[in-house]
């Protein structure tokens, strides 16, 4: 068997909008699935996450590049000859069929006995833990059933790769992280690929082995989750990945690894880098809100003057927004670790930020 | 008063029904009535009945046996009529065939178009609707006369060297009928079309259907109501068509329809086209009930 379970190749895709225009959905996208793993397309609406999916399961061709699963290029299988199945956003659960017939239509288009069937149907049903519902119809489940039943009628195919189409879109959020659980669980288990869309940065967090940061047909970013979201590559990675604080400013200088930035009216900072920068470039330095901290000294690291324009309480974190005297603002989130709630500074107050040499990131792009 | 009104849930509600309802009493229930009053009696001098009446169910023999009308000659069919009831059915389910077959595939096209495109598509298709039947109808003879818009243009391309026979036979009244109730079949199917999630087509792709397995296991039994109200509409109406069998058929082409207005006309026979009115009812109501204690729940549920 091929090393990827899912190749793309150069792929592009277009579309002709209706104004007569041309678009590229999927922009010249290269990317390499591994064989077992739980990989995320993330990126919002319209950055061709989907299309990409839609590729891979055969329901859009590409208007050039190359699709391979195990290996094998896929341009001339039609959808129903691919080795995957897919879990749609809405279901897609066939509404004049029983819960057995949804479930056991992939099987019964092998040509598979009525007898096996049946029984695999309920090995199915067990499996994502909704035994006993043969009978029922789509429209008597409740969403998160409804969405098992989905799951369950794509893997009961056993197919090389699954796709998953945002299938927990629909959901409430706590039958969400419930869900999110349970597929990564299942995943291990069943030990097939998963390709997994959503726009919900948490969730491909989460769930996924590996990230694939999309942003207007283009893979701007592809990685393990704390890569993404630690060492993110752009500023559009950087902002859509969880919270972000940039910070612009201008290179004075550079000491080995250490780069001296200056913020305009704000003072110099100090971070690490293994790029090299040229005197004067114009750069965007993001650090996370949990790496900055309020009042607390650090004797190597960067320590700003500003001042608190509001304190956010959100239970597991308290939020402060500070202003530096050169207008930037930054956002410090402050966990809540003592029993007894404490606010470190009330709005008005002079704070000193202080953060490390290592936790932002310089960013040209 | 007004406040009494108001209050009144039922007699808002008996307001607003009682004129619809007064209407279909009057002048649909009554002279039904009054069909099957004369259909029970014997035909008076000029055509009419006798007054006073004299009841028989001379005209329902009649229709079972031709020969036992009082005009009968020796070599008369004693199943004439019943032949000719056969016929117009037969033709009924050839015209609702086509209009389903060609319906469908269209319905199906002009849902796949953009809104501005299919609302375009539809007022086309209903634009006919607009023109007088009758006059839409003397159209199509022209274009299938003998020296006709087709023989015309088939002989100028040299296809043909003898103008093809296309009107007055059977041809020419099925063709008509098609013509005229497609659209009746199309506006039916194409809602349940319209409705249609598209991406059950693609999840039976996915679960390895080919193109024509998800069409018979998903798409059909879920646009189902349609054709099944499609088939109605076309079906019942057709077995009673008059004018245009007349037209298109010269006379030549009998259907239940043309008998039943020969006898209100130059027959002069009302009981015997009343009873004749009735049959076909009966026919219709047995044919409907039939095909839908046969179908599945779901398009029962439709309907």
Redesign the interface.
């Known amino acids: 068997m091929a090393e990827f379970a899912v190749e793309m190749q150069d792929v592009l895709k277009q579309f002709i909008t209706?104004e007569g225009g041309i678009l590229s959905a999927v922009n010249h996208v290269t990317m390499q699935i591994k064989d077992g793993e739980f990989f995320s397309l993330l990126g919002p609406s319209g950055c061709g996450k989907t299309t990409s999916l839609r590729m891979i399961?055969?329901?859009e061709l590409p208007t050039d590049g190359k699709i391979l699963i195990h290996g094998k290029e896929m341009s001339q299988v039609?959808?129903?000859?691919r080795p995957?199945?897919?879990v749609?956003q809405?279901y897609?659960?066939?509404?004049?069929m029983t819960v057995e017939q949804n479930i056991g239509?992939?099987l019964e288009?092998?040509g598979v006995s009525r007898a096996e069937r049946s029984m695999r149907v309920s090995e199915a049903l067990e499996m994502v833990r909704l035994p006993g519902m043969e009978m029922r119809r789509p429209k008597q489940l409740s969403g998160g059933q409804q969405q098992r039943i989905a799951l369950a009628?794509?893997l009961i195919?056993k197919p090389e790769v699954l796709l998953l189409d945002e299938p927990l879109g629909a959901l409430d959020l706590k039958l969400r992280k419930e869900m999110q659980l349970e597929l990564k669980t299942l995943q291990r288990e069943v030990g097939i690929t998963f390709i997994y869309v959503t726009h919900d940065q948490e969730e491909a967090l989460t769930m996924s082995d590996r990230i694939a940061v999309m942003s207007k047909g283009v893979a701007l970013q592809i990685g393990k989750p704390e890569e993404i979201y630690e060492r993110p590559a752009s500023k559009f990675v950087a902002d859509f990945i969880g919270e972000t604080n940039f910070l612009d400013g201008v290179v004075k200088g550079q000491n080995n690894s250490i780069v001296e930035i200056e913020l305009t009216g704000t003072g110099m900072i100090y971070v690490e880098s293994s790029r090299t920068f040229t005197n004067g470039q114009r750069v965007a330095v993001a650090v996370r809100p949990e790496k900055l901290r309020l009042n607390f000294d650090t004797k190597d690291g960067n320590n700003l003057k500003g001042r608190v324009e509001e304190v956010i309480y959100i239970g597991t974190d308290t939020h402060y927004g500070v202003r530096f005297a050169g207008g930037q603002k930054v956002r410090v989130r402050e966990q809540n670790v003592n029993q007894e709630y404490y606010q470190l500074s009330n709005p008005g107050d002079e704070v000193t930020i202080s953060f490390t040499q290592i936790s932002p990131r310089i960013l040209t792009e | 008063m007004l406040k009494f009104f108001r209050r009144n849930k039922g007699l808002q509600l008996f307001s607003l029904i009682s004129p619809g309802a007064l209407w279909i009493l009057l002048f649909f229930n009554l002279p039904l009535l009054i069909v099957l009053f004369i259909s029970f009696v014997e035909r008076g001098r000029a055509g009419s009945i006798k007054i006073p009446p004299v009841y028989t169910i001379e005209n329902y023999r009649q229709l079972f046996n031709a020969c036992a009308s009082q005009f009968a000659g020796p070599e008369c069919d004693p199943l004439l009529y019943i032949g000719i009831f056969g016929h117009s059915v037969r033709i009924a389910l050839v015209v609702t065939f086509w209009c389903i077959i060609l319906g469908y595939p269209l319905s199906y096209f002009i849902s796949r178009q953009r809104q501005i495109w299919r609302d375009t598509l539809m007022v086309l298709v209903i634009i006919p609707f607009w023109t007088n039947f009758l006059v839409r109808t003397y159209a199509l003879k022209q274009v299938l006369a003998t020296e006709g818009l087709l023989n015309s243009f088939l002989m100028g391309l040299h296809l043909i060297n003898q103008p093809l026979d296309l009107l007055f036979n059977e041809f020419a009244v099925v063709v008509g009928l098609v013509y005229g109730y497609l659209p009746f079949a199309i506006l039916p199917m194409y809602a349940s079309i319209e409705k249609f999630d598209h991406t059950l087509m693609e999840a039976a792709a996915d679960l390895g259907a080919s193109p024509r397995q998800a069409f018979l296991r998903v798409m059909l039994p879920m646009t189902l109501p349609g054709v099944v109200a499609a088939l109605v509409l076309v079906f019942v109406p057709v077995v009673g068509a008059f004018i245009t069998p007349d037209i298109m058929g010269g006379g030549k082409i009998e259907m239940i329809g043309t008998l039943i207005n020969r006898q209100f006309g130059v027959s002069r026979n009302w009981p015997f086209g009343s009873a004749m009115s009735l049959m076909l009812m009966l026919l219709v109501l047995i044919g409907v009930i039939a095909y839908f204690r046969s179908s599945s729940e779901e398009t029962r549920r439709a309907m």
């Open positions: 209706p399961a055969g329901f039609p959808a129903f000859q995957v199945n897919t749609f809405q897609a659960l066939f509404p004049h239509f992939g288009m092998k009628r794509a195919n």
